[in-house]
């Protein structure tokens, strides 16, 4: 489809598969934004095959990156009293378009610093679910830098953190003795207008796609591997709904670009990497990467209600670092209640109190968490053990005893997970 290759689903229902297997759209999760859908073993006519790649051609952005670069050198020669910023076409105007946008809402006299945060000029695309755009706190972006800056690196691989790459180089065009540099790979085009080819590559990180092709995934790559003394991170913060093993695969395979790169000692290292993501994705991501591990430091968005520093300074939100990195180098801010447990060698929540029993600071929310003797483990403090499921879980939750019967023949005296039709079928 016009994002790149698509990927292969197939329907389950209640956690069986049904059949048919069918491709559909990486990225969107919505039929709305991208309607490609194809049955595995369809054979696809030749006029819809052409139809597909006039539609494609058809849905490419009106200019290409390096017509955006062009346009973007001309703009900033510009006297103040010229630079505008089309709002509702989200583009930097050039004096011979205004006409075009004559009754449109614009932004005037777009000064240097406003060039350097494009992230605050452009609009986040939040309420489509493709994009999902949620831009970093000033605060956790600082942070973010800081601990990236202390842990040595100076080169980071941005996918879908336009605000870190934007705070990288601004800092770098003002700071001489800054050395850091950043590439954004992000789905955005929008910032193609504001960074060359060699610090933004238009992505897709659900199917590990280039849209510039060949020459982009060789900027990648020699970013990767450029001045092999200086090391290099991976920092991504994907939309919470993607599918975690799509992102797994593309990371992979950015890790892999990182590895090939590698002259000598990197063989048996993997690439350093944030995967910035909500706690409760935790087992999935540490499947597809074990040596991974989450971080307590919560991840707090300007534009996101739920995800930001609470008025009363109480932290709520779930999203947390996930790293390869040894936990004990990533130190979390003391001011703002972090401490270090030196049984588990991390930094910790305040409110995460390290369990005897479990032998680990175990909460994942920053509340204190409680250790429930007979699931042999700790759980929220909301949950309570339940005699009738033999497990921990909200008082309000459907107890699977005291239900009517079972949910799939219906009767009373089992569970699902027994029922006799189930072993039949
Ligand atoms: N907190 C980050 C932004 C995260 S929001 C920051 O402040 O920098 C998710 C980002 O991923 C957005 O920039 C969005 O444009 C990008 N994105 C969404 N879908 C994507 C895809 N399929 N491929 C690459 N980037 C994507
Ligand atoms: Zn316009
Ligand atoms: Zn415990
Ligand atoms: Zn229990
Ligand atoms: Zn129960």
Same mark, same amino acid.
């Given at each position: 489809?016009?994002?790149?290759?698509?990927?292969?689903?197939?329907?389950?229902?209640?956690?069986?598969?049904?059949?048919?297997?069918?491709?559909?759209?990486?990225?969107?999760? +919505?039929?709305?934004?991208? #309607?490609?859908?194809?049955?595995?073993?369809?054979?696809?006519?030749?006029?819809?095959?052409?139809?597909?790649?006039?539609?494609?051609?058809?849905?490419?952005?009106?200019?290409?990156?390096?017509?955006?670069?062009?346009?973007?050198?001309?703009?900033?020669?510009?006297?103040?009293?010229?630079?505008?910023?089309?709002?509702?076409?989200?583009?930097?105007?050039?004096?011979?378009?205004?006409?075009?946008?004559?009754?449109?809402?614009?932004?005037?006299?777009?000064?240097?610093?406003?060039?350097?945060?494009?992230?605050?000029?452009?609009?986040?695309?939040?309420?489509?679910?493709?994009?999902?755009?949620?831009?970093? /706190?000033?605060?956790?972006?600082?942070?973010?830098?800081?601990? &990236?800056?202390?842990?040595?690196?100076?080169?980071?691989?941005?996918?879908?953190?336009?605000?870190?790459?934007?705070?990288?180089?601004?800092?770098?065009?003002?700071?001489?003795?800054?050395?850091?540099?950043?590439?954004?790979?992000?789905?955005?085009?929008?910032?193609?207008?504001?960074?060359?080819?060699?610090?933004?590559?238009?992505? #897709?990180?659900?199917?590990?796609?280039?849209?510039?092709?060949?020459? /982009?995934?060789?900027?990648?790559?020699?970013?990767?591997?450029?001045?092999?003394?200086?090391?290099?991170?991976?920092?991504? +913060?994907?939309?919470?709904?993607?599918?975690?093993?799509?992102?797994?695969?593309?990371?992979?395979?950015?890790?892999?670009?990182?590895?090939?790169?590698?002259?000598?000692?990197?063989?048996?290292?993997?690439?350093?990497?944030?995967?910035?993501?909500?706690?409760?994705?935790?087992?999935? &991501?540490?499947?597809?990467?074990?040596?991974?591990?989450?971080? +307590?430091?919560?991840? +707090?968005?300007? #534009?996101?209600?739920?995800?930001?520093?609470?008025?009363?300074?109480?932290?709520?939100?779930?999203?947390?670092?996930?790293? #390869?990195?040894?936990?004990?180098?990533?130190?979390?801010?003391?001011?703002?209640?972090?401490?270090?447990?030196?049984?588990?060698?991390?930094?910790?929540?305040?409110?995460?109190?390290?369990?005897?029993?479990?032998?680990?600071?175990?909460?994942?929310?920053?509340?204190?968490?409680?250790?429930?003797?007979?699931?042999?483990?700790?759980?929220?403090?909301?949950?309570?053990?339940?005699?009738?499921?033999?497990?921990?879980?909200?008082?309000?939750?459907?107890?699977?005893? /005291?239900?009517?019967?079972?949910?799939?023949?219906?009767?009373?005296?089992?569970?699902?997970?027994?029922?006799?039709?189930?072993?039949?079928?």
């Amino acid at each position: 489809c016009a994002l790149g290759p698509a990927l292969l689903f197939v329907k389950t229902s209640q956690g069986k598969e049904e059949g048919r297997r069918f491709y559909a759209c990486s990225a969107c999760r +919505d039929r709305k934004d991208c #309607n490609f859908f194809q049955w595995e073993d369809e054979k696809v006519s030749e006029t819809k095959l052409a139809a597909r790649e006039e539609y494609n051609r058809t849905h490419q952005p009106s200019r290409t990156h390096r017509q955006n670069v062009e346009r973007y050198k001309n703009f900033v020669l510009l006297p103040l009293a010229k630079r505008r910023f089309c709002q509702e076409c989200q583009q930097l105007l050039l004096p011979e378009e205004w006409g075009e946008h004559s009754n449109h809402q614009l932004l005037y006299e777009i000064s240097t610093a406003q060039l350097q945060s494009p992230s605050q000029l452009l609009y986040p695309l939040e309420n489509k679910k493709t994009n999902a755009q949620y831009l970093f /706190a000033d605060r956790s972006c600082q942070f973010l830098l800081d601990l &990236i800056i202390d842990l040595g690196f100076r080169r980071v691989l941005s996918v879908g953190t336009p605000r870190l790459h934007e705070m990288i180089q601004s800092k770098a065009s003002k700071e001489e003795a800054f050395r850091v540099r950043s590439l954004l790979l992000d789905i955005d085009f929008r910032y193609s207008q504001f960074y060359t080819e060699d610090e933004f590559c238009h992505y #897709n990180m659900f199917n590990h796609f280039f849209f510039a092709g060949e020459a /982009a995934l060789e900027t990648c790559r020699r970013f990767l591997c450029q001045d092999s003394g200086e090391r290099v991170i991976m920092v991504t +913060d994907p939309p919470f709904g993607g599918l975690v093993e799509a992102l797994a695969s593309s990371f992979k395979r950015l890790m892999a670009m990182w590895k090939d790169t590698e002259k000598e000692d990197a063989v048996s290292q993997e690439m350093p990497t944030f995967w910035i993501f909500p706690y409760f994705f935790e087992s999935r &991501i540490l499947e597809f990467f074990p040596s991974f591990t989450m971080m +307590d430091y919560q991840v +707090d968005y300007d #534009n996101h209600a739920l995800y930001k520093h609470g008025k009363t300074g109480r932290r709520q939100s779930p999203v947390r670092i996930f790293t #390869n990195l040894t936990p004990r180098m990533i130190v979390l801010p003391v001011e703002e209640g972090y401490r270090f447990c030196a049984i588990c060698q991390r930094y910790v929540s305040s409110g995460n109190q390290h369990c005897e029993m479990c032998n680990s600071c175990t909460s994942k929310d920053g509340r204190r968490w409680k250790h429930c003797f007979l699931c042999k483990k700790c759980v929220k403090p909301s949950w309570f053990h339940c005699n009738n499921c033999n497990c921990c879980g909200l008082p309000t939750h459907a107890c699977e005893k /005291a239900a009517a019967g079972c949910f799939v023949c219906g009767q009373a005296g089992h569970k699902r997970s027994s029922c006799p039709s189930l072993s039949r079928s």
